[in-house]
């Protein structure tokens, strides 16, 4: 059974830093584009960070443009989520997420808190 387990959350002040993981197993994880999403209560879930299969390029959402970096290690089959300058409004649940267009596969994590706060 593909899984997604995400690590790494948890509480941090304003200007701290975190760094999320995402573990797969069960899937070809270098064939796939992973992202990470966000979702705060009563919002709707959020693209904060995505990377390719291919070429390693990078998306982010502006709100945390030079601030988080998402990076790929495929002999672990592993993303991370490298936050910097986290803010309050950075707090949400991050979920992993693994799409693979060629064969209609999209698989979810199950969610890590962050909370950023004084």
């Known amino acids: 059974q593909v899984q997604l387990v995400e690590s790494g959350g948890g509480l941090v002040q304003p200007g701290g830093s975190l760094r999320l993981s995402c573990a797969a197993s069960?899937?070809?994880?270098?064939?796939?584009?992973m992202s990470w999403y966000r979702q705060t209560p009563g919002k709707e879930r959020e693209l904060v960070a995505a990377?390719?299969?291919?070429?390693?390029?990078?998306n982010y959402a502006d709100s945390v443009k030079d601030r988080f970096t998402i990076s790929r290690d495929n002999a672990k089959s592993t993303v991370y989520l490298q936050m910097n300058s986290l803010k309050p409004e950075d707090t949400a649940v991050y979920y992993c997420?693994?799409?693979?267009?060629?064969?209609?596969?999209?698989?979810w994590g199950q969610g890590t808190q962050v909370t950023v706060s004084s």
């Open positions: 997420n693994a799409k693979r267009t060629e064969t209609n596969s999209n698989y």
């Open positions: 990377i390719s299969s291919t070429d390693g390029s990078t």
């Open positions: 069960k899937f070809t994880f270098s064939r796939y584009a």
